[in-house]
């Protein structure tokens, strides 16, 4: 399979906590890509890190790439109840024409008050 | 609001029925994608569209097609489903469908039961 898979399937922190979410895959890369899902709406776009990139910042989220262990890791700082969302990681493939993204089964982020 | 909009939000049809999903996007993108999306499964690429040609079709069975009359408008026509087929459907657009930088923008989904 192709698509990337996140670790753990669920995540239970208190507001405050920093969250870090992990995600795996198995091809070489163009770029990774996280995206969020609130309960039964769609996804939205986070941030997107390049295969020549190693760390990106957006606000309270970190994200890093290790293209030699094909991983890839999401931080959120300072977790709020709003952050409670289901988080994907999605892959381009290398030499992609069509831009094809391939993404995991998610993690489920719950942040309690 | 990402742009996409989505209709309906909710469906509930027969397993003779025939009924469309729309989508519509106000981003000026060129391309344009549905996804199923079936709990503990990762997300399923059913079609996508650049500039209103179909360029991949995901082995997905007869009895969804799509349809892109225009770059702003997406459907997908059912009939004769099965309860497997269940799910919520999402539909994204991204400015284009080639490779690089494909960041997709996403519509609030249709929640399709099947009886």
């Known amino acids: 399979s192709q698509q990337g898979e996140e670790d753990p399937q669920a995540l239970s922190i208190q507001e405050g906590e920093n969250a870090t979410m992990n995600c795996s895959y198995k091809?070489?890369?163009?770029?990774l890509q996280w995206y969020r899902q609130n309960s039964g709406r769609g996804l939205v776009h986070l941030i997107l890190?390049?295969?020549?990139?190693r760390e990106k910042h957006s606000g309270r989220l970190r994200v890093t790439l290790d293209t030699s262990k094909k991983s890839s890791s999401l931080l959120i700082t300072a977790s709020r109840a709003a952050d409670t969302a289901s988080y994907f990681c999605?892959?381009?493939?290398?030499?992609?024409?069509?831009?094809?993204?391939?993404f995991g089964r998610g993690t489920q982020l719950t942040v309690w008050p | 609001e990402t742009g996409v909009t989505q209709t309906p939000r909710h469906l509930v049809m027969g397993m003779t029925n025939k009924k469309s999903l729309k989508c519509e996007q106000h981003l000026g993108h060129n391309a344009m994608y549905w996804y199923k999306q079936s709990a503990k499964k990762p997300l399923e690429l059913m079609f996508v569209y650049s500039l209103e040609e179909r360029v991949e079709n995901n082995s997905v069975p007869s009895r969804f097609s799509p349809e892109c009359p225009n770059s702003s408008h997406l459907f997908l026509h059912l009939h004769t489903l099965q309860p497997e087929d269940s799910a919520l459907y999402l539909c994204a657009s991204s400015p284009s469908a080639s490779g690089g930088r494909n960041i997709q923008y996403f519509g609030a989904g249709t929640r399709l039961s099947v009886l």
């Open positions: 091809t070489s890369i163009n770029n």
């Open positions: 999605a892959t381009e493939d290398r030499g992609s024409t069509l831009g094809r993204l391939y």
């Open positions: 890190i390049r295969s020549n990139e």
